[in-house]
């Protein structure tokens, strides 16, 4: 017996396509593993023939690194109930803390705003809507990861 809803299992799926978008593509993305882009298309696939294909661990891993963020391994441990936090030294980078990580994310939270807008001016979000949504939030993410890692480095 399976101990999470179908809803939860699904979210697995979509966050492959997400991390996908992230990691420059699933085209793309084949060459960082050893899984070819059919595979790949199947592990974020939601159509029925493919709802039993899920990302192997190794992929998995392949793909957060490739995405720049733990997005697959995040989304499992939150379904485990837990959440992932960085350490300080690998998480940060070389630089301190600076104006620019405040452009950047200023920035990525602007696309999540403007991505927002596009969605709800026709009155409905669509599945293409969703998607970039997930893309875009992703990102403003993994720039406030980045911020809180090099705040918790200088106090280090």
């Known amino acids: 017996m399976r ?3 179908e809803k939860a299992y699904r979210s697995l799926k979509c966050v492959c396509s997400v ?3 992230l ?3 699933n085209t793309l993305f084949q060459h960082s593993t050893r899984v070819v882009v059919s595979q790949l298309s199947k ?3 939601l159509n029925e023939d493919d709802e039993k294909s899920y990302m192997p661990i190794d992929v998995a891993v392949d793909l957060d690194r490739a ?3 733990p997005i697959i391994t995040g989304t499992m441990a939150q379904l485990l109930g837990f959440r992932l936090e960085p350490l300080t030294a690998a998480a940060v980078e ?5 104006e620019r990580d405040a452009h950047k994310l ?3 939270a602007m696309d999540v705003s403007q991505a927002l807008l596009a969605a709800f001016a026709d009155g409905r979000v ?17 720039a406030a990861e980045t911020v809180l890692a090099k705040l918790d480095e200088e106090v280090a």
């Open 43 to 45: 592990y974020a696939s």
């Open 126 to 142: 669509d599945a293409l809507e969703k998607k970039r949504l997930r893309v875009e939030l992703r990102e403003v993410i993994r």
């Open 19 to 21: 991390a996908y978008d």
């Open 23 to 25: 990691a420059g593509g």
């Open 94 to 98: 070389a630089d301190k803390l600076s």
């Open 3 to 5: 101990h999470f809803s």
């Open 67 to 69: 995405a720049g963020s």
């Open 106 to 108: 200023l920035a990525e």
